[in-house]
């Protein structure tokens, strides 16, 4: 299994540029990198760093991190997806990820669930018509985004088939999986054709993986199984050297 680096959390040693974190992570060996954020960013740095190296960006965010239970946010949600979707042909990338945002305890789930699946419909639409594809990510309530509407993987499914479109993919985040208590081939049987991306850390500090309660080996052997093929990405929060922390999940991954 190919891995891919986030270089808002990885390479930080290189320094502050994002381009050099690109290409400490090619020097590393690892030609597939995500970012979080793009316009903050040099954008002119990073493509000449993809283009140098010949690193794929594989996924970037849809700025904003929209309520997209309130409809009243989804023409500012829209604007963004339109911007994130440029940027990403811009620089090759062909995902762009988004959350569903807060839910409200006043209004009624299902009614907000319906309201959500309106907005990713209309996001989905633009992302088709510009070759890109919005993820949507499973975010764990627990510990790490308390309020988030979607925070179980079947809920992020049950969206993505409701809107049925090729502009509209999971974006499978196995740490906020594993933080809920779900079982990865419970939730992704007969579904990861709609599985676009995978991404890990370790229990229970979001570390790297091997420094937590995860037998890695184990689940990568499990989402093989399913039949996922893309690459396994790495955004984690390092306790050590950006290079010393890949150890252990490279050697899982050279191991399947």
């Known amino acids: 299994m190919d891995l891919s680096a986030n270089v808002e959390l990885l390479f930080k040693e290189a320094g502050d540029d994002h381009a050099d974190r690109i290409r400490a992570a090619a020097d590393a060996g690892i030609g597939i990198v995500e970012i979080w954020s793009h316009s903050d ?11 140098d190296t010949g690193s794929r960006l594989w ?6 991190r929209a309520a997209l239970a309130d409809a009243s946010t989804h023409e500012g949600f829209l604007e963004q997806v339109r911007r994130a979707s440029e940027t990403a042909r811009r620089l090759g990338c062909e995902r762009i990820v988004t959350g569903s945002g807060i839910g409200f305890p006043y209004a009624k789930r299902q009614k907000q669930h319906g309201i959500v699946v309106e907005a990713l419909k209309a996001g989905a639409d633009i ?3 510009q070759g890109v594809v919005i993820v949507l990510e499973n975010l764990n309530t627990r510990v790490d985004h308390p309020g988030t509407l979607f925070d179980t993987t079947a809920e992020c499914l ?3 088939r409701t809107v049925g479109s090729p502009g509209l993919a999971l974006l499978f985040d196995l740490y906020h ?13 007969g579904s990861i054709d709609l599985v676009s991306h995978v991404q890990v850390a370790d229990l229970p500090d979001r570390t790297e993986p091997g420094t937590g309660s995860i037998d890695w080996t184990d689940r990568l052997r499990a989402l093989r199984g399913l039949g996922y093929s893309g690459p396994i ?8 050297e950006s290079l010393r922390s890949l150890a252990h999940i490279r050697d899982v991954a050279a191991a399947l």
């Open 127 to 129: 992302a088709a018509e």
């Open 177 to 189: 999986s594993l933080q809920t208590g779900e079982v990865a081939e419970e939730e992704l049987a």
């Open 233 to 240: 990405g790495l955004e984690y929060v390092p306790t050590t």
């Open 59 to 64: 996924s970037m965010l849809i700025e904003g």
């Open 41 to 51: 960013k040099d954008l002119v740095g990073i493509e000449k760093a993809l283009n």
């Open 158 to 160: 049950q969206a993505i």
